[in-house]
């Protein structure tokens, strides 16, 4: 059942938003609340960083209490789950669940996590931390919501090789196996290019769901073969019909112009890949005013092409969440350096964003945080 909210100062409605979610969680206690509360308000209203001696300048609570308490474990998948139940999730609307990853500028001998990463904004490889984040999209809404988030561990190969070694997309993988009992609803998975990779499609086939991704514009297919097999002819009948050649769209099935934006359009086909080794429904989705292409491909071979191109714009929901968590919520400015402090903090940031969407749905007339920034919060 969705909760509703009476009239309530900010303060009193973080409250009692926290009072609604720890209701439905076990084992944790009422200062977890009471200390939350304080938190999140403390996020959006205090000037400067969000680290441990600046919340302390603002707050009742010392540095102490905020250094001891970010080293605790807390269940923030529970958390997180629990609050888009109540206030997140469309009842009877489809689900998604989106992957991704964000670069995070850090520095110092002892951090933890420190590698090089790919950071889209430098365009480059970059010395620093990795978060990856998994959050749920309600497609009635077009919004997503943060679902866990787990950094990156140092030294894993961002390749793939056949020497069976531990690699990022293995970790990726394996933070997606841990919370799917959380994932019943979901079908479907939309990720980027990057998680375009047979393991990848392997671990969600055998989970029961599909994914959504990118692929090559030069990805090697197979036609299949849907002709008449000739008399006489020995051997088995022919599976494939020749490679796909993108310049030549005649085998193409068109689908039509995108809802959203008129001048894509869309062209669908089945086809095999090898690489992949299963069929997949792939969208070539042509921009008739620079007459350049992308492909995307789904392993639901049902899936009609427009809701492919739906869901997978869909995916830049996420993109939202680590603008918003890293100028409203302070997720580059943690103090700490060891991995517990480190997760608590990037998980707080991600969660706070939650927090936010609840108060923005609570009351219509925010249109923005950094309207609830400017007029609903004061500094404390």
């Given at each position: 059942m969705r909760c509703e909210t009476p009239k309530l100062t900010t303060y009193e409605e973080y409250q009692w938003i926290l009072?609604?979610?720890?209701?439905?969680?076990?084992?944790?206690?009422?200062?977890?609340?009471?200390?939350?509360?304080?938190?999140?308000?403390?996020?959006?209203?205090?000037?400067?960083?969000?680290?441990?001696?600046?919340?302390?300048?603002?707050?009742?609570?010392?540095?102490?209490?905020f250094r001891r308490n970010f080293q605790k474990f807390f269940d923030w998948l529970e958390f997180n789950y629990v609050l888009f139940t109540l206030w997140g999730h469309t009842p009877g609307g489809e689900l998604l669940a989106a992957v991704d990853c964000s670069f995070l500028p850090k520095a110092g001998k002892n951090t933890f996590g420190l590698d090089r990463f790919w950071s889209g904004v430098a365009n480059a490889t970059k010395r620093g931390l990795e978060i990856s984040l998994l959050s749920l999209i309600d497609v009635a809404s077009a919004t997503a919501w943060t679902l866990d988030v787990t950094q990156t561990p140092p030294g894993l190969s961002r390749k793939e090789s056949k020497e069976g070694k531990y690699t990022r997309l293995d970790f990726y993988i394996e933070q997606i196996l841990d919370c799917l009992p959380k994932l019943d609803k979901v079908r479907y998975f939309v990720a980027d290019g990057f998680y375009a990779k047979t393991k990848m499609f392997n671990a969600l086939h055998g989970a029961g769901k599909h994914l959504i991704t990118k692929l090559r514009p030069d990805a090697d297919l197979r036609y299949p073969f849907t002709?008449?097999?000739?008399?006489?002819?020995?051997?088995?009948t022919p599976i494939y019909d020749g490679k796909v050649k993108y310049d030549d769209l005649s085998r193409w099935t068109e689908a039509?112009?995108?809802?959203?934006?008129?001048?894509?359009q869309l062209y669908t086909q089945v086809l095999y890949s090898p690489k992949f080794e299963r069929w997949l429904?792939?969208?070539?989705?042509?921009n008739t005013k620079t007459n350049q292409y992308i492909?995307?491909?789904?392993?639901?071979?049902?899936?009609?092409?427009?809701?492919?191109?739906?869901?997978?714009?869909?995916?830049?929901?996420?993109?939202?969440?680590?603008r918003d968590a890293k100028q409203f919520a302070g997720l580059t400015h943690c103090q700490a350096r060891d991995e517990a402090k480190l997760d608590f903090h990037f998980n707080m940031s991600l969660a706070a964003i939650n927090i936010m969407q609840v108060h923005r749905k609570l009351d219509p007339s925010i249109k923005s945080i950094d309207f609830i920034l400017k007029v609903n919060l004061q500094p404390i």
């Open positions: 009072a609604s979610i720890f209701a439905r969680m076990d084992g944790a206690g009422k200062w977890w609340q009471k200390f939350f509360a304080e938190l999140f308000v403390l996020i959006f209203s205090i000037q400067g960083r969000v680290n441990f001696e600046n919340l302390a300048r603002y707050s009742k609570f010392n540095e102490c209490r002709g008449v097999r000739e008399k006489g002819r020995r051997g088995r039509g112009a995108d809802e959203k934006y008129p001048y894509l429904r792939v969208v070539l989705v042509l492909l995307l491909a789904c392993s639901d071979v049902e899936l009609p092409a427009k809701l492919i191109v739906k869901y997978y714009q869909l995916r830049f929901q996420v993109e939202f969440l680590f």
